[in-house]
Every structure is written in C-alpha cells, then in structure tokens.
C-alpha cells in the first residue's frame, strides 16, 4: 500500500510539473507538425519513466525480501506500470490548465487548489481500482463474513441506499472464480481506460487550444496571463 500510495503522489507530481517548464519562453508547439499527440505522449513518457523505474526497483526488492511468488511479482509490477500511467495522465491534465512559472522560486510551477485537486481526483481513481482488484484477488477474511450477512433489501434513503449500493457490490464476491475474476479485469480495465484516454484527450485539446503560463513575480500576480501559443 505504501508502494501504491507512493507511485500516485510521486507520478502525479512529475507530470503536474511539466507544462510549467516552460516558464517565459514562447513555445510555438503549432510551428512543427508535432503538436498535440505526439508532443502529450512525449511529456507522459518523461513524466512518468522516472516513476516507474524507481517503483520497479523497489517492487523487486520487496518481492525478494518477502520471497513472494513470481505471479505476484509480475501482477505488482503490471499494475505499477498502469497506476503510474493513470496518475501521470491525470497530472498532465492539471499542469496544462493551472501551470505557473516564478523566477524566484523555480519550483512553484502549479497553482496550490489545483495540485490538492489532483491527489484527490488520483485518490478517487486509486480507489476504483481498487474495487476491481478486489474482485480479482478477494481476501478470505471478507467472503467468509459475506457468506454470514443476510440479504439486503432496497429502499429510500441516504442510509438505505448506501448500504444496498455496498451490498450490491460485494455480491461479485461471492460469484465462482472464472467469473469473478473477468469481472475484476473488466471493472479495473475499463476504469483504467476511461479515465486514462480521458484526461489524455482533454490534454491534448487543451494544448492545441493554447497553453497559458501564469507569470508570477515578487510574490505577486502579474496582471493577465501571457499566451505562449494559439492556433
């Protein structure tokens, strides 16, 4: 878990730095026949490589300490590799609308409320995962319980109606192997997918809109903000 935690903040905060590089220079991306696509996936790359390196070496350290199977090394280091993705996309997305550069302090490239945002939208997605991996590889301690509670009934109201949503969802819990575990890559693959391509797509329209960098000088907000490029 604290491998996992780690790989979203850190991924996430690489690419929330990317956009903002580029500080006061006038980067023309609409000048050469790169911009859009090809330009995104290159910063997702550069973002996301460090990350991912880093989280393999620790993967395969704490897997030889532990000496866990191989199946759980390589289910590890493949989910590594779609975390990091997934948080590095949402990242960039972040970092293209609420970019800022300051001469002073090179570090402040993002704006606070959106850099808050962008860990709990990276929580959000870590938790759906969540649900589909547990589907996959379901704790015996929890289907044991499961197999004790009684069946819930719908009915209005905010408590009802979280409660038949939590039942609902432990149900696949309880469904035969095969089953269940097409049920978890669906639900993990998919979720991955949307929000991944989504926040991808967004970034990529966004850049061939034209991407904005808030000077910030003194301290102080400069007045406006200075279009580095525009279609």
């Keep these: 878990m604290v491998l996992v935690m780690y790989s979203m903040m850190f991924s996430g905060n690489m690419a929330l730095q990317s956009f903002g590089r580029e500080g006061e220079a006038d980067w023309l991306l609409n000048s050469v026949p790169l911009a859009g696509w090809p330009v995104v996936w290159g910063k997702l790359l550069a973002a996301a490589l460090p990350t ?50 300051n001469p002073e302090n090179p570090q402040m490239r993002i704006s606070p409320g959106a850099s808050i945002l962008m860990y709990l939208v990276n929580f959000l997605f870590m938790l759906f995962l969540a649900l589909g991996l547990l589907y996959i590889f379901p ?48 639900v993990a693959g998919g979720l991955w997918a949307l929000v991944f391509f989504s926040f991808m797509a967004a970034t990529v329209r966004q850049s061939r809109k034209g991407l904005r960098v808030q000077i910030i000088t003194g301290g102080k907000k400069k007045p406006g903000r200075k279009l580095l490029f525009k279609k």
């Design 52 to 101: 991912l390196f880093l989280m393999e070496a620790l993967l395969v350290g704490t897997i030889l300490a532990l000496g866990s199977s191989i199946t759980l090394a390589v289910t590890l280091a493949a989910g590594a590799v779609l975390l990091t993705l997934g948080a590095s996309a949402i990242g960039l997305y972040y970092s293209i609308n609420n970019c800022r550069f």
């Design 139 to 186: 704790p015996a301690e929890l289907t044991a319980v499961l197999h004790q509670m009684p069946g819930v009934s719908f009915s209005w109201g905010f408590r009802e109606v979280l409660l038949y949503a939590l039942y609902f969802l432990s149900q696949p819990l309880l469904w035969a192997p095969p089953w269940r575990i097409l049920l978890g890559i669906a």
